[in-house]
């Protein structure tokens, strides 16, 4: 076994991100059982369906990145959907909310990235604090004033496409090269690269590592409020509970796509197949008419099989 | 000690307050409502201590609760329970330390698949526990109100083993290797490292269970949801309590008082009739101050 | 007389790199087998399969005759063979004790770990190391050197009878060294088998019987070190004459690059002054703990409590320097800071060697300017300073000891400094490596830079050095100039002071 | 004479004893505690918090009401009973988030001499003092006939179910299967949307693609309705007959867009009703044990009546709150 693991070519394959095995299974699945859902136009549609996903993992990868992670994407979104539907701000105009939910998003980010990096407070308990202090605080304007309609304009840009391709989908793709080249070719980048190896060689190399920290999380909360836009967008009703699974789908995800607390070596984009690999998932799942139980263990058991099958790469063959 | 003391001063406010609070029969509820918790934590704080997290114990918890309330006796569904615990645990606790999994992906993994099969075993809360969990719950021995037994054994056992044994100690040089990058220097030392974190895994399931029985019999039916989000309360509690989530760091007594302030601090909103459109965000709040003010000297999750 | 234990035409690869290759040892009882060579040259890797860390990938191993092989670090335990590893692997989380004990704690009739016993018997060992340390205290909380120390005395308290020290005395001065030896020579006379390796021949030849000599993972040969000198020693090691160790000195300018007055390490201690000068390599020489790595640190903001005036190249550096920033406040004045433990605090031992040479060039960079991938900068850093690896994309941590403190170091030279204050430059490097390094810094010097550097090793410091500073009691009391000290005037000052 | 409780409220047939008049009258004030089974499930869920202290608000003699959330959590709604017999209120109303799980702090309640008012949702015992009793297979049966009726007797369709493991869910759907029983509609897709926008809106785009002829859709309700049709209206497909409930954001796109459909009502004034029950129980009015509230369907021109085209989508319908409370919480501007 362990010699057949240790065999160069095998290790070339295992150091792919499982999500592009993941990705590449589900598609052959569909091609084999419904091979005309394999066309530009409905793949589209299903990728949107996972726009605001896609979106909150790259918050999600960046602050992984730097061994910490952020749970407080739920409540920004809960809380930026209240803003934008409840009609406690009339007649405000599109720029306005945009303006209002990055600010909210990047003070949110910014608060998580002074705790952790500055207070050096556990990340989990930080930001899954302030998620339950959003949630919380939502629930509490809604006493006042529950969620109402969101602006149509919103769910308007929500279903242009261009070509085939709809605008959330662009948008994604787009912001995932803007974050793979940030990562890649700025200084920035690698600070986070070193401070997720080892924080202690980064200090001492001379990384601002509590700037990187906070930084990353900053970006992660700005990041976490486009998300939301795209997420508010996507739905034409205000709710008391959009979008609180996506945290923990998106550290899911993220890990399908290679990035682990600190090690990065899926990059951006593995973390892009893994939401695709949940979007084609969700698609073949209700295909079959898998019920909500068996979607429920074949998720399961497929992100853990995943999750084995690049897990052997490195398990200690010594 | 900063739990500790919140406890105090939420206990003292509330005595001063309210003139319920400090009835005898809040009291035994207030213990009987933080069991379940005191239980879960307890279990989370052996995996946490080696570096790992469990996020399965959730639905763990909810399919006690099913499995007592199929209509079968309870020398059959008891043992049943917990031998399904030990086989969550072992293969929570084998595909991360032999597969090399990452504990978060494990877990969640097993999360979905033990709340799939939940659901088909018992789609809908119902059925009847035996009379034997709701008795040992809800009764009385020599006029003191069950629970508080279930409180002391439960410490106890946890006591002995993670305070009281080699098991424990190991746990703990384990999870100091992995919070400091080093995953491989108990090893070296001759500690068995992958079959003590399996072990942790395993135990961290057996005190799901417990939790699990212990809400079967409080709710005296199954139920499908009954543990949902049960993961994360716990995994607060042991932090609140001051366990280092990076592994290596951490006490029984402070997970126990993690346990107690969150329920304190339900008991302590209800009885003094905060709105429970503003009680959630108070809960968050109170959780931040209480982490936030233990600074660590790592940056991290 | 039977040998305790035989290894066997061993030979390991990692990931196509043969580590070790065909080697056969044989430890017999009542000796000290010394085990030499070059950085990389499987030195570790051979004893880290005995201690059950890796599975050879071929050859056998034989204990007292009978067919053996260690799955796990535990079942060599059982087996009575005993590992201080080369790398510090104590758990800081833990107490002294915990660590002493660890994988073999004594219980109570009750089942419970036997805290007072453990608490005993470890105040014991570490008496017999001179060591008087509470055995409640955490580990964390210990120096470099009392961790080793604390390491050894796990490693030698061992009921064992095959005993392996990989660099015991890396991060020791020459008066621990001599009582560790004491130890040794106790097992050694109750007919213990010794493994020791170390890069420094006084301890080689103070203590050792025999010899093995390793190179490129194969074995060169194994005598008795009585018919042996340094000279051959090394020869053997290098597979050539060493000709110099130490290069030679240079000619000092009269700029002053750093410049302390009244500086007080605490607020407390007493106030020194010195200076560095452009071309000048200057040494901080004294016993262990006495201030000289405080000293150090607390211009780089490490020991938040210095006071006095410091200024580089005549502009004033702010003190206390700052915690968070003081490393990046000496960058931006073109000072670098290379730490001691290479592992913990130096390098990023999971990325590439391109990655860690290259963060010391892009850290003077703010965050959003774009960062360069320094590739020319890099190959000629790894080619001046030989540093064998497969390429600038090989991770470090794939790298033996010597080469990963090349890399360390390379990351400060290649960044075009002015001064450097460097803690240790050849901890754990072997003597040819180690002379590749004194060249180093000092054609660093020749080139109009400046060196502050402390080190264990007083032999090191006077070959290397311009100036000597002997520092006691986090105070300056004596200026020697290198080229005439010795290191019996170093230790007298140290101690008469 | 009855009680009035609400509009559709009737006491049921059958074995269906009266409450002991005067059992627990009590002079005024009066404090009411009420366990609600989750406020911050969906905006129904939050309107019946609304209704019940808008209704206990209303009546002077009611100097405290204590609202209590249970957030779906059983071990919570347990614990929230617990502490309402530990204030020793005078009534309590209980809104169970399942059907067994409170049984045992209900009964306590009674056993300290508490009377306890339970509505939308049933339990196993009887401890409680009075029920109210709407939904579930009647909610889903008027669904489930009217589109029998108009998909004819072997039309294929959608099933849109609600949050799984919900006991309104599971009682919804057998309302449905009633329905079919004896009828050749064939059920080609069944899947969760949670009754929320988001998820049924990508079913029913995943539905749509794999396979769009269908000839009409039962959903079990809430948002679920709207996001479908936005989803056929998206690809400009025809919208089939569609079942839907009582929310002012469906009713305007009803309207709006003319499609078929039923609404089956529930209302979220069943808050205020609980609350009645327990002050005609302090009253020491008359009260039978149980109420059934099992209204017909609505057509769309009964939902022209309550539109209102002032008011969020988040209103449901029919709903007690006074005017101005529902421009308060609901007005657009
Ligand atoms: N039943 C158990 N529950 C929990 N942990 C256990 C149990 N049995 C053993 N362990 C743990 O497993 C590890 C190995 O223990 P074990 O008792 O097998 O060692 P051993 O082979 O007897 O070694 P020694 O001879 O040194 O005591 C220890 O960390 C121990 O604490
Ligand atoms: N875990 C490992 N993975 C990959 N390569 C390794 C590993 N450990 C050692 N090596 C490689 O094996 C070779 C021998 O290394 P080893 O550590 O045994 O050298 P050494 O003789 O102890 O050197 P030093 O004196 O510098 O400590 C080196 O080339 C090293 O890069
Ligand atoms: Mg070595
Ligand atoms: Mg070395």
């Given at each position: 076994?362990?010699?057949?693991?240790?065999?160069?070519?095998l290790?070339r394959l295992?150091?792919?991100?499982?999500?592009?095995y993941?990705?590449?299974?589900?598609?052959?699945?569909?091609w084999?059982a419904?091979?005309?859902?394999?066309n530009?136009?409905?793949?589209?549609?299903f990728?949107?369906?996972?726009?605001?996903?896609g979106?909150?993992?790259l918050?999600?990868?960046?602050?992984?990145?730097v061994k910490?992670?952020?749970l407080?994407?739920?409540?920004?979104?809960?809380?930026?959907?209240?803003f934008?539907?409840?009609?406690?701000?009339?007649g405000?105009?599109?720029?306005f909310?945009?303006?209002l939910?990055l600010?909210?998003?990047?003070?949110i980010?910014l608060?998580?990235?002074?705790?952790?990096?500055?207070?050096?407070?556990?990340a989990?308990?930080?930001?899954?604090?302030?998620?339950?202090?959003?949630?919380?605080?939502?629930?509490?304007?809604s006493s006042?004033?529950?969620?109402?309609d969101?602006?149509?304009?919103?769910?308007?840009?929500?279903?242009?496409?261009?070509?085939p391709?709809?605008?959330?989908?662009?948008?994604?793709?787009?912001l995932?090269v803007?974050m793979a080249?940030?990562?890649s070719?700025t200084?920035?980048?690698?600070y986070?690269?070193?401070?997720g190896?080892n924080?202690?060689a980064?200090?001492?190399?001379?990384?601002?590592?509590?700037?990187?920290v906070?930084?990353a999380?900053?970006l992660a909360?700005?990041?976490a409020a486009?998300?939301?836009?795209?997420q508010?967008?996507?739905i034409?009703?205000?709710?008391?509970?959009?979008?609180?699974?996506l945290?923990i789908?998106?550290v899911?995800?993220?890990?399908?796509?290679?990035?682990?607390?600190?090690?990065?070596e899926?990059?951006v984009?593995?973390?892009?197949f893994?939401?695709l690999s949940f979007?084609?998932l969700?698609?073949?799942?209700?295909?079959?008419?898998?019920?909500d139980?068996?979607k429920?263990?074949?998720?399961?058991l497929?992100?853990?099989?995943?999750?084995i099958?690049?897990g052997?790469r490195?398990?200690?063959s010594n | 000690m900063l739990?500790l003391?919140?406890a105090?001063a939420?206990?003292?406010?509330?005595?001063?307050?309210?003139?319920q609070?400090?009835g005898?029969?809040?009291?035994?509820?207030?213990?009987?409502?933080?069991m379940?918790?005191?239980?879960?934590?307890?279990?989370q704080?052996?995996?946490v201590?080696?570096?790992?997290?469990?996020?399965s114990?959730?639905?763990?918890?909810?399919?006690?609760?099913?499995?007592?309330?199929?209509?079968?006796?309870?020398y059959?569904?008891?043992?049943?329970?917990?031998?399904?615990?030990?086989l969550?645990?072992?293969?929570?606790?084998?595909?991360?330390?032999?597969?090399?999994?990452?504990?978060?992906i494990?877990?969640?993994?097993?999360q979905y698949?033990?709340?799939?099969?939940?659901?088909?075993?018992?789609?809908v809360?119902?059925?009847?526990?035996?009379?034997?969990?709701?008795?040992?719950?809800?009764?009385t021995?020599?006029?003191v109100?069950?629970?508080?037994f279930?409180?002391?054994?439960?410490?106890?056992?946890?006591?002995?083993?993670?305070h009281?044994?080699?098991?424990?100690?190991?746990?703990?040089?384990i999870?100091g290797?992995?919070?400091?990058?080093?995953?491989?220097?108990?090893r070296?030392?001759?500690?068995?490292?992958?079959?003590?974190?399996l072990?942790?895994y395993?135990?961290?399931?057996c005190?799901?269970a417990l939790?699990g029985v212990?809400l079967?019999g409080?709710?005296?039916s199954?139920?499908p949801?009954v543990?949902?989000?049960?993961?994360?309360?716990?995994?607060?509690?042991?932090?609140?309590?001051?366990?280092?989530?990076?592994?290596?760091?951490g006490?029984?007594q402070?997970?126990?008082?993690?346990?107690?302030v969150l329920a304190?601090?339900?008991?302590?909103?209800?009885?003094?009739?905060?709105?429970?459109?503003?009680q959630?965000?108070?809960k968050g709040?109170?959780?931040?101050?209480?982490?936030?003010?233990?600074?660590?000297?790592?940056?991290?999750? | 007389?039977?040998?305790l234990?035989?290894?066997s035409?061993?030979?390991?690869?990692f990931g196509?790199?043969?580590?070790?290759?065909?080697?056969s040892?044989?430890?017999?009882?009542g000796t000290?087998?010394a085990l030499?060579?070059?950085?990389?040259a499987?030195?570790?890797?051979?004893?880290?399969?005995?201690a059950?860390?890796h599975q050879?990938?071929?050859?056998?191993?034989?204990?007292?005759g009978?067919?053996a092989?260690?799955?796990?670090p535990?079942?060599?335990l059982?087996?009575?063979?005993s590992t201080?590893f080369?790398?510090?692997?104590?758990?800081?989380?833990?107490?002294i004790?915990?660590?002493?004990?660890?994988?073999?704690?004594?219980?109570?009739?009750?089942?419970?770990?036997?805290?007072?016993r453990m608490?005993?018997e470890?105040?014991?060992?570490l008496?017999?190391?001179?060591?008087e340390?509470n055995?409640d205290?955490?580990?964390?909380e210990?120096?470099?050197?009392?961790r080793?120390?604390v390491?050894?005395a796990?490693?030698?308290?061992?009921?064992?009878?095959?005993?392996?020290?990989?660099?015991?005395?890396a991060a020791?001065?020459?008066?621990d060294?001599?009582?560790?030896n004491?130890?040794?020579?106790?097992?050694?006379?109750?007919g213990?088998?010794?493994?020791?390796?170390?890069?420094r021949?006084d301890?080689?030849?103070?203590?050792?019987?025999?010899?093995?000599?390793?190179?490129?993972?194969?074995?060169?040969?194994t005598?008795?070190?009585?018919?042996?000198?340094?000279?051959?020693?090394?020869?053997?090691?290098?597979?050539?004459?060493l000709?110099?160790?130490?290069?030679?000195?240079?000619?000092?300018?009269?700029?002053?690059?750093?410049?302390?007055?009244?500086?007080?390490?605490d607020?407390?201690?007493?106030?020194?002054?010195?200076?560095?000068?452009k071309?000048e390599?200057v040494?901080?020489?004294?016993?262990?703990?006495?201030?000289?790595?405080?000293?150090?640190?607390?211009l780089?903001?490490l020991?938040?409590?210095?006071?006095?005036?410091?200024?580089?190249k005549?502009?004033t550096?702010?003190?206390?320097?700052p915690?968070?920033?003081?490393?990046?406040?000496l960058?931006?004045?073109k000072?670098?800071?290379?730490?001691?433990?290479?592992k913990?605090?130096?390098?990023f031992?999971?990325?590439?060697i391109?990655?860690n040479?290259?963060?010391?060039?892009?850290?003077?960079?703010?965050?959003?300017?774009?960062a360069?991938?320094y590739?020319?900068?890099?190959?000629e850093?790894?080619?001046?300073?030989?540093?064998?690896a497969s390429?600038?994309s090989?991770?470090?941590g794939?790298?033996?000891?010597?080469?990963?403190?090349?890399?360390?170091?390379?990351?400060?030279?290649?960044?075009?400094?002015d001064?450097?204050?460097?803690?240790?430059?050849t901890?754990?490097?072997?003597?040819?490596?180690?002379?590749?390094i004194?060249?180093?810094?000092?054609?660093f010097?020749d080139?109009?830079g400046a060196?502050?550097?402390?080190?264990?090793?007083?032999?090191?410091?006077?070959?290397?050095?311009d100036?000597?500073?002997?520092v006691?009691?986090?105070?300056?009391?004596a200026?020697?100039?290198?080229e005439?000290?010795t290191?019996h005037?170093?230790?007298?000052?140290?101690?008469?002071? | 004479?009855d009680?009035?409780?609400?509009?559709?409220?009737?006491?049921?047939?059958?074995?269906n004893?009266?409450?002991e008049?005067?059992?627990?009258?009590?002079d005024?004030?009066?404090t009411?505690g009420?366990?609600?089974?989750?406020?911050?499930?969906?905006?129904?869920t939050?309107q019946v918090a609304?209704?019940s202290?808008?209704?206990?608000?209303?009546?002077?003699?009611?100097?405290k009401?204590?609202?209590l959330d249970?957030g779906?959590?059983?071990?919570?709604?347990?614990?929230?009973?617990?502490?309402?017999?530990?204030?020793?209120?005078?009534?309590i109303?209980?809104?169970?988030v399942t059907?067994?799980s409170?049984d045992?702090?209900?009964?306590?309640a009674?056993?300290?001499?508490i009377p306890?008012v339970?509505?939308?949702?049933?339990?196993?015992?009887?401890?409680?003092?009075?029920?109210?009793?709407?939904g579930a297979?009647?909610?889903?049966?008027?669904?489930g006939?009217?589109?029998?009726?108009?998909?004819?007797?072997?039309?294929?369709?959608?099933?849109?179910?609600?949050?799984a493991?919900?006991?309104e869910?599971?009682?919804r759907?057998?309302?449905?299967l009633?329905?079919l029983?004896?009828?050749?509609?064939?059920?080609?897709a069944?899947?969760?949307?949670?009754w929320?926008y988001?998820?049924?809106?990508?079913?029913?785009?995943t539905?749509y693609?794999n396979?769009?002829s269908?000839?009409?859709?039962?959903?079990?309700?809430?948002?679920m309705?709207?996001?479908?049709?936005?989803?056929?209206?998206?690809?400009?497909a025809?919208i089939?007959?569609?079942?839907?409930?009582?929310?002012?954001?469906?009713?305007?796109?009803?309207i709006?867009?003319?499609?078929k459909s039923?609404?089956?009502?529930?209302?979220?004034?069943?808050?205020?009703?609980?609350?009645?029950?327990?002050?005609?129980?302090?009253?020491?009015?008359e009260l039978?044990k149980?109420?059934d509230?099992?209204p017909?369907?609505?057509?769309?021109?009964?939902?022209?009546q309550?539109?209102?085209?002032?008011?969020?989508?988040?209103?449901?319908?029919?709903?007690?709150?006074?005017?101005e409370?529902?421009?308060?919480?609901?007005?657009?501007?």
């Amino acid at each position: 076994m362990s010699a057949i693991v240790k065999h160069p070519f095998l290790q070339r394959l295992l150091r792919v991100p499982p999500a592009y095995y993941v990705f590449a299974i589900l598609l052959i699945t569909l091609w084999i059982a419904r091979p005309h859902m394999l066309n530009a136009n409905i793949m589209g549609i299903f990728i949107r369906q996972v726009a605001p996903l896609g979106v909150l993992v790259l918050a999600q990868l960046l602050v992984m990145r730097v061994k910490s992670i952020d749970l407080s994407g739920g409540g920004i979104i809960l809380l930026v959907n209240y803003f934008i539907s409840s009609g406690i701000f009339p007649g405000a105009s599109m720029p306005f909310f945009i303006g209002l939910s990055l600010a909210t998003g990047t003070a949110i980010g910014l608060f998580n990235g002074w705790m952790i990096g500055k207070r050096r407070v556990s990340a989990v308990i930080v930001t899954l604090a302030v998620s339950i202090i959003l949630v919380g605080f939502v629930q509490y304007l809604s006493s006042g004033k529950p969620p109402g309609d969101v602006p149509s304009y919103l769910n308007d840009i929500y279903n242009i496409k261009w070509g085939p391709a709809p605008v959330p989908v662009l948008f994604w793709f787009a912001l995932t090269v803007v974050m793979a080249l940030f990562l890649s070719k700025t200084v920035f980048g690698r600070y986070v690269t070193s401070v997720g190896e080892n924080p202690e060689a980064a200090h001492f190399s001379g990384v601002p590592v509590e700037r990187t920290v906070i930084l990353a999380h900053t970006l992660a909360g700005f990041i976490a409020a486009v998300a939301a836009l795209v997420q508010t967008a996507s739905i034409a009703v205000g709710s008391v509970r959009v979008g609180l699974d996506l945290p923990i789908l998106a550290v899911a995800a993220t890990i399908l796509g290679g990035v682990v607390f600190g090690r990065g070596e899926g990059g951006v984009w593995g973390p892009f197949f893994g939401v695709l690999s949940f979007a084609l998932l969700f698609v073949v799942m209700t295909t079959f008419g898998i019920d909500d139980p068996g979607k429920l263990i074949a998720q399961g058991l497929i992100i853990l099989l995943a999750a084995i099958f690049y897990g052997i790469r490195t398990s200690r063959s010594n | 000690m900063l739990p500790l003391l919140i406890a105090i001063a939420i206990s003292i406010y509330l005595g001063l307050r309210t003139d319920q609070f400090l009835g005898s029969e809040n009291l035994f509820n207030l213990i009987a409502q933080a069991m379940p918790l005191v239980i879960t934590a307890i279990g989370q704080m052996f995996v946490v201590v080696v570096g790992g997290l469990d996020l399965s114990v959730g639905s763990l918890i909810s399919f006690t609760t099913a499995i007592l309330a199929l209509d079968a006796p309870g020398y059959v569904t008891i043992p049943a329970v917990f031998l399904f615990a030990v086989l969550v645990g072992l293969s929570n606790g084998l595909v991360i330390t032999r597969l090399n999994v990452h504990p978060i992906i494990a877990t969640l993994a097993m999360q979905y698949v033990i709340l799939g099969i939940t659901r088909i075993l018992r789609p809908v809360s119902g059925g009847t526990v035996p009379d034997i969990v709701i008795q040992s719950v809800g009764g009385t021995f020599l006029g003191v109100p069950m629970p508080v037994f279930w409180g002391v054994a439960v410490v106890l056992v946890a006591w002995k083993l993670l305070h009281g044994s080699r098991f424990g100690l190991h746990l703990f040089a384990i999870g100091g290797g992995v919070a400091n990058g080093t995953p491989d220097a108990a090893r070296n030392f001759g500690v068995p490292d992958r079959r003590n974190i399996l072990l942790a895994y395993v135990a961290c399931s057996c005190f799901a269970a417990l939790a699990g029985v212990f809400l079967a019999g409080r709710i005296v039916s199954g139920d499908p949801n009954v543990g949902l989000l049960f993961e994360l309360d716990a995994i607060t509690a042991v932090a609140v309590g001051g366990t280092q989530l990076s592994g290596g760091i951490g006490s029984l007594q402070g997970t126990v008082i993690g346990a107690l302030v969150l329920a304190l601090l339900s008991n302590g909103m209800n009885l003094t009739n905060v709105s429970p459109f503003i009680q959630t965000a108070i809960k968050g709040g109170l959780l931040l101050l209480v982490v936030g003010l233990q600074t660590r000297k790592k940056i991290g999750l | 007389m039977t040998c305790l234990v035989e290894m066997s035409n061993i030979s390991k690869s990692f990931g196509g790199s043969k580590a070790v290759d065909g080697v056969s040892l044989k430890l017999m009882p009542g000796t000290v087998h010394a085990l030499m060579g070059e950085n990389g040259a499987g030195k570790s890797t051979l004893m880290k399969i005995l201690a059950g860390v890796h599975q050879p990938d071929s050859g056998e191993i034989f204990r007292e005759g009978r067919k053996a092989g260690f799955e796990t670090p535990r079942e060599a335990l059982e087996a009575g063979i005993s590992t201080v590893f080369q790398e510090l692997s104590l758990l800081a989380n833990l107490t002294i004790a915990e660590n002493m004990f660890l994988g073999r704690e004594p219980v109570t009739a009750f089942g419970t770990v036997d805290r007072a016993r453990m608490r005993r018997e470890t105040r014991k060992a570490l008496a017999a190391l001179g060591l008087e340390l509470n055995p409640d205290i955490l580990v964390s909380e210990l120096s470099i050197a009392e961790r080793q120390f604390v390491e050894i005395a796990h490693g030698i308290k061992a009921d064992a009878s095959v005993f392996i020290l990989d660099e015991p005395t890396a991060a020791l001065n020459a008066a621990d060294v001599e009582v560790m030896n004491a130890q040794i020579r106790r097992l050694r006379d109750e007919g213990k088998a010794i493994v020791y390796i170390s890069h420094r021949m006084d301890e080689i030849f103070g203590i050792c019987d025999t010899v093995t000599v390793l190179k490129d993972g194969k074995l060169v040969a194994t005598r008795p070190l009585s018919g042996m000198t340094p000279d051959s020693l090394i020869a053997l090691m290098v597979g050539r004459e060493l000709q110099d160790l130490f290069p030679a000195r240079g000619k000092a300018s009269t700029e002053t690059v750093l410049d302390l007055e009244d500086f007080r390490i605490d607020p407390g201690s007493t106030p020194l002054s010195l200076h560095v000068n452009k071309g000048e390599i200057v040494a901080l020489a004294g016993l262990e703990g006495q201030g000289q790595q405080q000293l150090l640190r607390s211009l780089a903001g490490l020991y938040p409590a210095s006071t006095g005036t410091a200024s580089i190249k005549g502009k004033t550096l702010p003190l206390p320097a700052p915690k968070a920033s003081g490393i990046r406040q000496l960058q931006a004045r073109k000072v670098g800071f290379v730490p001691e433990d290479r592992k913990e605090e130096g390098l990023f031992l999971g990325l590439s060697i391109a990655h860690n040479i290259a963060v010391g060039l892009s850290s003077v960079h703010g965050e959003l300017s774009i960062a360069h991938d320094y590739r020319k900068a890099i190959a000629e850093t790894m080619a001046s300073m030989n540093i064998k690896a497969s390429g600038p994309s090989a991770p470090v941590g794939t790298l033996s000891g010597g080469n990963q403190q090349k890399v360390l170091l390379g990351r400060y030279l290649a960044a075009g400094l002015d001064l450097l204050l460097i803690e240790e430059p050849t901890r754990g490097v072997d003597i040819g490596a180690k002379a590749e390094i004194y060249k180093l810094l000092r054609s660093f010097a020749d080139e109009g830079g400046a060196v502050l550097v402390l080190s264990r090793e007083t032999i090191e410091l006077i070959g290397l050095c311009d100036r000597i500073y002997v520092v006691h009691g986090k105070a300056i009391v004596a200026e020697l100039p290198a080229e005439t000290a010795t290191e019996h005037q170093i230790l007298n000052a140290a101690l008469s002071a | 004479q009855d009680t009035f409780l609400m509009d559709g409220v009737t006491a049921r047939e059958g074995d269906n004893p009266v409450v002991e008049t005067d059992k627990y009258k009590k002079d005024c004030p009066w404090t009411i505690g009420m366990s609600h089974f989750g406020v911050n499930a969906n905006t129904w869920t939050v309107q019946v918090a609304h209704e019940s202290e808008a209704a206990a608000a209303k009546n002077d003699c009611i100097t405290k009401f204590i609202l209590l959330d249970a957030g779906f959590d059983q071990k919570k709604q347990v614990a929230d009973i617990e502490d309402l017999v530990a204030q020793n209120v005078d009534a309590i109303i209980v809104q169970p988030v399942t059907s067994t799980s409170a049984d045992a702090s209900i009964a306590k309640a009674v056993a300290a001499g508490i009377p306890v008012v339970l509505h939308t949702g049933r339990i196993e015992s009887d401890a409680y003092t009075t029920e109210i009793q709407g939904g579930a297979e009647h909610f889903g049966k008027v669904m489930g006939d009217w589109l029998v009726n108009e998909v004819g007797a072997d039309g294929k369709i959608w099933v849109l179910r609600g949050l799984a493991g919900h006991p309104e869910d599971t009682n919804r759907y057998n309302g449905l299967l009633q329905s079919l029983e004896g009828t050749n509609v064939e059920v080609i897709a069944e899947e969760h949307g949670d009754w929320q926008y988001d998820k049924a809106k990508n079913l029913c785009e995943t539905l749509y693609l794999n396979n769009p002829s269908v000839d009409g859709i039962w959903s079990s309700g809430a948002d679920m309705t709207r996001a479908c049709v936005d989803v056929f209206k998206q690809f400009g497909a025809e919208i089939p007959p569609i079942s839907g409930e009582g929310n002012n954001g469906f009713f305007g796109q009803w309207i709006r867009d003319g499609f078929k459909s039923v609404s089956a009502e529930y209302a979220p004034a069943q808050g205020a009703a609980g609350v009645r029950a327990a002050v005609a129980l302090l009253e020491g009015k008359e009260l039978k044990k149980h109420y059934d509230y099992n209204p017909a369907g609505w057509d769309v021109d009964k939902a022209k009546q309550y539109y209102r085209e002032d008011l969020s989508a988040n209103v449901w319908w029919p709903t007690e709150l006074p005017e101005e409370k529902l421009q308060e919480l609901y007005g657009k501007k």
